[in-house]
């Protein structure tokens, strides 16, 4: 019989020969001539290398030009494939690293005068120089002007755009995405902050020297999110090597200028960043060779909010509380209340056990068993509440009196970065409390936005940052949701009526979901994961998404879909 260890190293081997098929097609040329497609190698998990062809004797301009933007796909030992295309003076002199354009492989290569070249392709994506993703819909296009010199004998490239180009298929291959963390302006949370890097040994150096380059500037405006090091802190020598799962991150000596607490900060960003990277289980932080205070921990489970019970929480004529699949599990603190005033809104915080309540007279204030109105303003949206124990509400055609309520009933005014809207359809807070997400209608055009959250004393939320525009699926916006600390889900309605579902990590890639072809969807409420995702048609039925295929129903007669906090 064959062993379970010899079955698992053939399926690897037949998945890798798979790969290689499908990456030697998309090495064929697009036009003329034949070039030899690109070879791959495992790293990691499930990430591959490819190891592409270097330049061809005797090659044409076009060749040599195509076989370039080929080799670019691989960054290892710093894009060195692709540099043996170019002249040795610029060899040296090509910055590969200032941008990866994004495009669908459907390229134009064509040799424009007697030492010229010319590449025009469609951009649909771009990741910067600290790995920072944006989606571009529709795609832009593009076209990048190349200089070609011989160089004893053979066509090499003596001037071309910095960066590199490549292939969507290839991107989802080469590149993954990793969430870097930074403290909001409390210093009681880490809040991620995507970013795409290769994969393979570089990964921890390019995470950690992002990471000491700061947040993202829509997180880092107006103080929304910090990092903790020192200015000036930087790596001693330009990598961060991994020995038996361990990463070695040596600093220099600007580090020594922070305190205990600070270190500790420091410990947890750099652990939760490089947590993401499948070879690491353990980080050494190092002054100039020493680890610095090894005492102190860098564990960050207090600083990252826990996963919320994916049990979907709902409401019904008769009951509330959690759906187990069989039955409501119910939720004792909450239940009279809910039961008797019946809101068409619910939020959970299931971290500072109060809830807010949406009916036709206002937002409420739950707590020990009593509602309590604090909002009696018209047209008021589905309320939220926050982690340090906020009620937020806003009325839909006023998207700039956004008020956060304590549980004192003290008002606070937050000022938003949507002073230009008309509308606000949906309104939703990360679980960690850092970052708000809004579904927006300005001129009859919708949007969805993300912005940072600025606190001041006692957690007083006070402002949010600039707004971070994310990829919206067509039609009516109906509802945002929180999916994980990284992602959040859509849902509109198209004008066939379809429910068109569509996740986003913020920073990075979006997709599609099944569409809800039977009701009409209400609202939306999500759970740690996209299977997690639960939607309220108007009829009352509850839809799970099962193996992340088709939306089924998991329950009927629910009136309200309440979402945990």
């Known amino acids: 019989m064959m062993s379970s260890s010899l079955k698992r190293s053939l399926a690897a081997l037949l998945s890798l020969l798979c790969v290689v098929v499908l990456a030697a097609c998309s090495g064929i040329p697009r036009s003329s001539g034949v070039n030899q497609g690109s070879a791959v190698v495992p790293v990691e998990n499930d990430a591959i290398e490819f190891l592409p062809a270097g ?4 090659g044409s301009i076009e060749q040599i030009l195509r076989g370039f933007i080929e080799a670019s ?43 010229t070249g010319r590449l025009v392709f469609a951009l649909t994506a771009q990741v910067g120089a600290q790995g920072n993703y944006a989606e571009i819909n529709p795609a832009v296009p593009t076209t990048f002007e190349y200089t070609f010199q011989q160089v004893d004998g053979q066509w090499r490239i003596s001037a071309a755009p ?7 298929f290839t991107f989802d291959q080469v590149y993954q995405s990793h969430p870097l963390y930074f403290f909001d302006s409390t210093n009681t949370m880490l809040v991620p902050d995507v970013r795409f890097f290769p994969a393979g040994a570089s990964a921890s150096t390019r995470i950690t020297k992002a990471l000491l380059a700061g947040p993202s500037q829509w997180l880092a405006a107006n103080g929304a999110v910090q990092t903790s090091f020192p200015e000036g802190t930087a790596l001693v020598a330009d990598t961060v090597p991994v020995t038996r799962g361990v990463a070695k991150v040596d600093l220099n000596a600007a580090a020594l200028s922070a305190d205990p607490a600070v270190i500790r900060r420091m410990k947890q960003q750099t652990s939760a960043s490089l947590q993401s990277v499948a070879t690491i289980n353990s ?98 949206i589905a309320p939220t509440v926050d982690n340090f124990g906020y009620v937020w509400s806003v009325p839909a055609d006023q998207p700039s009196k956004l008020q956060a309520i304590s549980t004192d009933g003290k008002i606070q005014q937050v000022d938003t970065s949507w002073a230009s809207a008309d509308r606000i359809l949906s309104l939703a807070l990360s679980h960690d409390g850092t970052q708000v997400v809004a579904l927006l209608e300005t001129n009859g055009s919708y949007q969805l936005v993300v912005s940072a959250l600025v606190r001041g004393e006692r957690s007083i939320p006070v402002a949010l940052g600039p707004l971070f525009t994310q990829t919206l699926s067509d039609g009516a916006p109906v509802s945002v949701a ?84």
């Open 55 to 58: 330049p061809i004797q005797n």
């Open 73 to 115: 796909s691989s960054p290892v030992s710093d894009y060195a494939i692709a540099r043996q295309f170019l002249t040795p003076d610029f060899a040296s002199a090509w910055d590969a690293t200032t941008a990866v354009n994004v495009d669908s492989g459907l390229r134009t290569v064509s040799q424009t005068g007697e030492n």
């Open 162 to 168: 910095n960066g590199v180009v490549i292939d969507r």
């Open 283 to 380: 980080v050494d932080l190092l002054v100039d060779g020493a680890v610095l205070n090894n005492s102190i921990s860098d564990s960050a489970s207090d600083v990252m909010p826990p996963p919320i019970d994916s049990r979907p929480l709902i409401l019904t004529a008769k009951d509330f509380g959690y759906w187990d699949g069989t039955k409501i599990d119910t939720y004792g603190a909450f239940a009279n209340v809910m039961i008797q005033s019946q809101p068409s809104a619910i939020s959970i915080g299931t971290m500072t056990n109060i809830a807010a309540t949406l009916t036709s007279q206002g937002v409420s204030l739950v707590r020990n068993g009593t509602a309590q109105l604090v909002d009696s303003r018209s047209g008021l």
């Open 482 to 565: 929180w999916v994980d600390a990284t992602t959040i889900a859509t849902v509109t309605v198209n004008s066939a009526g379809l429910g068109l579902v569509r996740a986003q990590e913020i920073g990075g890639q979006s997709k599609e979901l099944s569409s809800i072809t039977e009701g009409t969807p209400q609202s939306m409420a999500g759970a740690n994961t996209i299977s997690g995702l639960r939607v309220l048609t108007s009829s009352g039925i509850l839809l799970s998404l099962r193996g992340g295929t088709q939306w089924q129903t998991a329950v009927s007669g629910v009136t309200t879909l309440a979402v945990q906090q």
